[in-house]
Structure formats: structure tokens, C-alpha cells
DNA sequence: TTGTACGCGTTATCAT
DNA sequence: ATGATAACGCGTACAA
């Protein structure tokens, strides 16, 4: 550990601790060359827990998100770390969906950070005083909590893009459309389990209970989610999946199942994934750019920050978009009504 | 800003300063009932910045990986994350492929973390120097440098897993067989170019030079590699590309070519995907722990830093794994001369 | 057990 | 432009 300090610098000089913090500082100073070499010569660093202390800032940025292996989320951190600047880095927390880890990590942030952007496990934290008083700025990504207009906050048109999906499937012919939804507690569970019901009712489709299942956004509870859906005495002929992970549980579901998509069910996703053009077949998405609302969240902390905080709460919102690629097709009975009048 | 420090938590309780300070250090007081409602009433935060100056430790070890939107990355992190333990946490640095952003990251660094786990961008960094004056205790994970040996690393075994996937496409009848490696500047790169070699010569195969093309671990550059294969006049029946982005590339290019796996070309890939059994046909590929990497880099680290820097560097391998799945197959000369057997 | 007082490495203020 | 010094918030040796 080089324990070399300002003090050993300016020994070696030859002039007083000031002098140099002045130079470091980018004022003129009369030895320059000397302090360069100095500085060089001990290998010497300024202590960033002392320049905490004096400044009371960090230079780091706190991203909270439930599962980092989750490509989305993974995507938002990488632009919020491509947004964080020069003299700004960011501390990663990984609750991997637990409230405990979260709450922890959360206490633990104080004087660590300037400031945190994250996706909260649930809408529901520990009520709107939580947050309110927990000191530090903070960004909301992709989800809120209940006191979430207080803060700033990026979110996806979630319910805009469940109707798009849901939509899609009845353009298609589809009637009976289940739906496989992430936590209602959360704000993209809700919002996407909104579109998809708004959408149904708009085109006069009753929503069947056992249409909808309320699952948790893993792979595994997709591939739960689907088996069920499979076992009802009249299958759905279309599902709308309401994350990615979820989807490829639910693929892998219907794969080992030997159910044929589209041909058999039709299958739209939410958030694109860099293989869904790969798998068989290519899979049809709501689309939209993670990487985007990774790097609006910091643009929004770093404003926030240096306007010392007092800026209002800004609320942006990432738009969705519909990528038809070949899991979605026409239901079953339309085809045989087809296929019928056809042979005729 | 929670402003509100020991002082005037002592105040508010009539103690000293010292006592707050031991209450919390978990000395027995007398006043701890009295202490402990102060504490929450005033909301009172221990500040980290002074801790750190007092304490010459953060509690922060930082990691450095070069795409954090790669599955493979995103598991090494969560590994890392995952054995950090409760009064630690990780500072999260992505050098986005920029050997610019990785050292300036890395100057960063200093007095904001205790050690870092890094997986380097190039094996020739500046040099030993520029580690060892670097003064903070590194575990390299997944690549070292080249004066990797004076610290801690956990690799894969890198050259095995090239081995057994040339062998086993060898063991099905290939002869023609390419692959689309990694950077020779970095050590997967390079040993898993060993391991493909090894394997050919072990079987008597002379490596042709068309056939291996050194690419750059990215989606897009295993797209061109494989597109450069297809153009050669013999193009190979079989290519072992060398990590999971440019697989999903040479995937691309096959199916945007139209040549069918494994019919007209096997495939086999180096890091399994979640969605390797989805894609058509389901991927073959090597596998190894990427989860287990990262704790055990986190682990060497703890360890290191608890025994006051006084551990000689460890070196920990994780073993790779072939999983079959349907990517491969016998060469079309194979079928050809079977079917004419057969025929006649 | 408790309180006093000093030091951790920097920066900012105030004279000079 | 420079130097001495007081903070920043906390931990701890020392004395009580």
C-alpha cells in the first residue's frame, strides 16, 4: 500500500501541504516542474477517503438492480455506466430478488455514494417514508415504488407494449390468449398485466381467470407458468409472455412438451434478447432499449447532482416497439377453417 | 444529505462521543437503550468516507470485465457478488473493449478499494511494472497478463476445452475443420488456439491457415469470420468457434446464408447460453462455471486482504464440460459415401 | 465503563 | 503565490 501523503510530497519539495494541494487543484504554482517530478518519483496518490471526508462526495454512483445476469438489466447498467463520465465510476448491487439483501445493501450505501439508481424488487417497499427520508438521491429504472413520483424515474411504456402484444394475437385471429405476467407487486407486472387486460376488453374479449397467471419473472417460473397453461381443458392458442426470462422458461416448456410454435401456439415476448432471432422460430418481441433507460437514468443523477439537488423530480418514459419475427402466427381453428374451405 | 453525525448523536444523549463510537463498535454501554432510539430518531448514518480515512480500508473491491452485457461476464460478476459478503460491496467497472477506459479506470481506483478482480483486456499490459506499482492486491479472472504468475488468478482450462471440441468433432469424421478464435493477444484467445491445434496434430490433421481466423470475441466479428469461411474454396464441414458472442454471429451468418446446422456445417461453441437448447439446432458446446469463477476470484480476494496482504498468489482452475446437444454431426462426405453404400 | 484529545489526508480560509 | 491552521467525522489510546 503506498502510505506515501501530500505531506511527503511537499517534504520533498520543500514547500508547505497547501502548495501542492494547490497544484493538484489546477492552480499556478511556482515549482510545477518539481511537483511533477516529486509526485512521480514517490508514486504518490490523493487519498480518496480523505477527499471524501473534506468534500463530502464520493465520485460513485450506486446502480441497484435485481439480477445482473438478466440481459436486460445488464443492458441498463451498461448504459448507465457508459453515461457516468470521466471522474464518476459506479458501485453494482446485485439483490438477486432478495428484499433482505436489498435493504441491506441499501443501508450500507450511505457516504459510499452520491447518489443510486435502481429498479426496486417491489412497488411496495416499506411505504412511502422509506425512500422519503432515506437521504440520498435517488433515480428510479424500469420500476418504481408506491412514492415513486417523488423521485425521478425512467420507466418503458409497459402498458402501451402489452397492448400492442395483446393486440397483435387478436389481429391475428386470436381468441383465447393467456398471458404469463411477472409480479403484480412489481410496476412492470402490473402495468404489462394492464395492457394486456385493456387490450382484451377493448376488442369485446372477456379475460378468463385461468388465461392469466401471475408468475416472477424467472426462466423457471415461465416454464411453471406454461406447463399450467397447458393443462387447462381448452389451451390458449396464444400467449403474451411478459419478460424475457419467462419466455425462454416457457419455450423450453413447450419444447419439451413437443408443442410446435407457431403452429400449435403462438408465443409474443417482452424485451428482445440478442438470440431471439436465432431460436426456432425466430421470436416475435416488444422491443425496447434498455441500454437507453440505463443511460437516462444517469443523465438524470448526474443533473440532479450538480445542481446541487435541486432539481424536481423528472419522469421519462422509453417508447416500445413491435418486432414481428416467425412466433406468432394464425390460430389453429382459423387455419382448419381454411384449409377446410380449401379442400371443398 | 443526512448531515446529522456521532456528535450530535452523543449530544442528544448527554455521552461523549467515545461511547457512541463503542456502542457501535459493539462494546457494552450503559445507556444502549437510550443510544439506540437516538440513533433512529436523529437518523443517525455512520459516515464511510471517515470510517475509510480512519480505517485505511473501503469494505469495496472493485471488478473489472470488459462487456458486462456478456452472459458470461454478467455470471462472473454475480459469482464475485455473491461471495462478497455482508460488510463488503463491489464497485463495478466496464471497460467496454477500451484498453483507454481500462487504464484510466484503474487509476481510479486508488483509496476508493481494497484489491481488484480483473479480467483484462490484453495480455501485454504495460508490462510487470504497471501492476506491481499499481499497489493494490489484484486477483486476475478468466485472463491474466503476462506477468500474471505474481497474483492470484482463476482460469478456465482454456486449452482442454479447444482440445475436446476439435476432438469431438474429429471423433464424428470431420477432417475439415476451422475455427474462429479469440484475440492471440488474450489468454482464452491464445490457449484456446493451442487447444485446436494440439488436437489436429494429435490426429494427424495439418492445420490449414484459411481455416483459423483470429477474430475478436464479438457478435460482429464471429458474423465476418464465419462469412470468411463459406468463401473459401474447401470450406470447412465443421468450425469450433471460440466463445458464446461470435457464436450467436456465425450463427447469424449461417442462417442469413442459408447453410443448415448441422446438416452442411457442425458447429460447436466455447460457454454455454440459456437459450443454447432453444436456438435451431440446439447448440453443442463447452461449458464451464462461470458463477463458481467469480466467487472463487472473490474468495482469493477476501482471503488475501484478511491476512493482511500476506498470501503467496494462488492459481485455481475451473474445468470445462462438453454438452451435447444437436449442433453437430457427421460430415456431408460421411452421408454421402453411407448413402452410396447403402444405395448400392 | 466513560471522557478527552489526537490523528487519519485533504481542502479551504486567512494572513502574509 | 505561499504557509499555517482549522475543519471534515470517526476511532482509539490514554487517563480517570
Known amino acids: ?14 514547500v508547505s501541504v497547501a502548495t501542492i494541494s494547490r497544484y493538484l487543484s489546477g492552480f499556478t504554482v511556482r515549482n510545477e516542474e518539481k511537483i511533477r517530478e516529486a509526485i512521480i518519483e514517490l508514486n504518490y496518490r490523493p487519498s480518496a477517503a480523505a477527499r471524501n471526508l473534506k468534500s463530502g462526495r464520493t465520485g460513485i454512483i450506486a446502480i441497484v438492480v435485481p439480477d445482473i445476469t ?46 443510486v439508481i435502481m429498479a426496486p424488487l417491489t412497488e ?15 433515480v428510479f429504472v424500469d420500476r418504481v415504488t408506491k412514492d415513486g413520483e417523488k423521485f425521478s424515474s425512467v420507466l418503458t411504456d409497459n402498458a402501451k407494449g402489452a397492448h400492442i402484444a395483446t393486440d ?13 405476467g411477472g409480479p403484480l407487486s412489481t410496476t412492470p ?18 379475460s378468463q381467470v385461468e388465461y392469466f397467471i401471475e408468475s416472477d419473472f424467472s426462466e423457471a417460473g ?10 387447462e381443458e381448452a389451451p390458449p392458442t396464444a ?30 415476448g417482452f424485451d428482445d434478447l440478442e438470440f431471439a432471432e436465432l431460436v426456432n422460430p425466430p421470436l416475435t418481441v416488444i422491443a425496447r432499449d434498455a441500454r437507453l433507460q440505463g443511460s437516462q437514468a444517469m443523465d438524470l443523477m448526474i443533473k440532479h447532482l450538480e445542481n446541487g439537488g435541486a432539481t424536481p ?24 377453417i381454411r384449409s377446410n374451405k380449401i379442400d371443398h
Chains 1, 2 share one sequence.
Not at 191 to 200: E, F, K, N, P, Q
Not at 223 to 231: H, I, K, N
Not at 254 to 266: F, H, K, N, T, Y
Open 124 to 138: 411496495d417497499e416499506q411505504g412511502p417514508s422509506f425512500f422519503s427520508q432515506f437521504g440520498l438521491p435517488i
Open 189 to 206: 407486472g402490473k402495468r404489462r398485466a394492464d395492457g394486456y387486460r385493456s387490450a382484451l376488453a377493448k376488442s369485446g374479449i372477456s
Open 1 to 14: 500500500m503506498s502510505t506515501v501523503t501530500i505531506t511527503d510530497v511537499a517534504k520533498h519539495v520543500g
Open 70 to 115: 438478466n440481459p436486460f438489466f445488464a443492458s441498463i447498467v451498461e448504459g448507465a455506466e457508459s453515461a457516468v463520465g470521466e471522474d464518476r465510476m459506479i458501485l453494482l448491487v446485485n439483490t438477486g430478488d432478495s428484499r433482505e439483501r436489498e435493504e441491506k445493501a441499501l443501508s450500507q450505501l450511505f457516504g459510499r455514494v452520491d447518489g
Open 168 to 180: 397483435y394475437l387478436i389481429s391475428q385471429g386470436h381468441r383465447k390468449i393467456a398471458m404469463i
Open 222 to 231: 415461465g416454464y411453471a407458468a406454461m406447463c399450467r397453461l397447458l393443462e
Open 239 to 268: 400467449v403474451f409472455v411478459a419478460n424475457n426470462l419467462m419466455t425462454i422458461g416457457a419455450l423450453h416448456a413447450l419444447r419439451d412438451r413437443g408443442v410446435s410454435v407457431p403452429q400449435e401456439i403462438s408465443i409474443i
Open 313 to 336: 423530480p423528472e419522469h421519462s418514459m422509453v417508447d416500445v416497439q413491435l418486432v414481428e419475427r416467425g412466433s406468432c402466427a394464425l390460430p389453429r381453428e382459423s387455419q382448419k
